[in-house]
T-cell receptor, first 109, second 115 residues
Framework: KNEVEQSPQNLTAQEGEFITINCSYSVGISALHWLQQHPGGGIVSLFMLSSGKKKHGRLIATINIQEKHSSLHITASHPRDSAVYICAGAGGGADGLTFGKGTHLIIQP | GAVVSQHPSWVICKSGTSVKIECRSLDFQATTMFWYRQFPKQSLMLMATSNEGSKATYEQGVEKDKFLINHASLTLSTLTVTSAHPEDSSFYIC???????????FGPGTRLTVT
């Protein structure tokens, strides 16, 4: 059974701070999704990674396949970044995702 | 590209009635669609996987006779909650995959409230 563990569960930071959210995953997972869920529930897919690093604006996602670990970084954080960030593992093939419990991020002005 | 829509975005129904939720891939053909459910303050849980033209595969603990899934075309999958009960109140999200592999595109979700 695939497993995904995320940390921290809750994170409050001041505007402008550098944010890191971590995700560890089990052997059966070969790709990681980072998702953003705003109040109201809609989900936005931020990144899908199977190796290396990806960057989009102020968001950076990295993955270390050997250590089975991924991180999501937010640079120059802003209150509009406040949301729940979820990592989700894909096992390959036509599989649904296995979700972490999410990190509830609050950026205070 | 890769936009997925869901309809309705929210629905309130009475206990015992059935509710249909549609998931559409607007600009691509989805060989596989996934249905997830999220209860308040909990993570998303996969309910079922559907491939166009074949029967859906349900996760353990999900009643296939209660949650009817039809993937009639490469752009449309429907989830029907039959004889809904208050405990079925939840946020239902679909995702669609072009190739059945890693990449999935999420719909905006449907909030179901059963009174």
């Amino acid at each position: 059974k695939n497993e995904v563990e995320q940390s921290p569960q809750n994170l409050t930071a001041q505007e402008g701070e550098f944010i890191t959210i971590n995700c560890s995953y089990s052997v059966g997972i070969s790709a990681l999704h980072w998702l953003q869920q705003h109040p109201g529930g809609g989900i936005v897919s931020l990144f899908m990674l199977s190796s290396g690093k990806k960057k989009h604006g102020r968001l950076i996602a990295t993955i270390n396949i050997q250590e089975k670990h991924s991180s999501l970084h937010i640079t120059a954080s802003h209150p509009r970044d406040s949301a729940v960030y979820i990592c989700a593992g894909a096992g390959g093939g036509a599989d649904g995702l296995t979700f972490g419990k999410g990190t509830h991020l609050i950026i205070q002005p | 590209g890769a936009v997925v829509s869901q309809h309705p975005s929210w629905v309130i129904c009475k206990s015992g009635t059935s509710v249909k939720i549609e998931c559409r891939s607007l600009d691509f053909q989805a060989t596989t669609m996934f249905w997830y459910r999220q209860f308040p303050k909990q993570s998303l849980m996969l309910m079922a996987t559907s491939n166009e033209g074949s029967k859906a595969t349900y996760e353990q603990g999900v009643e296939k006779d209660k949650f009817l899934i039809n993937h009639a075309s490469l752009t449309l999958s429907t989830l029907t909650v039959t004889s809904a009960h208050p405990e079925d109140s939840s946020f239902y999200i679909c995702s669609a995959s072009k190739s059945g592999f890693y990449e999935q595109y999420f719909g905006p979700g449907t909030r179901l409230t059963v009174t």
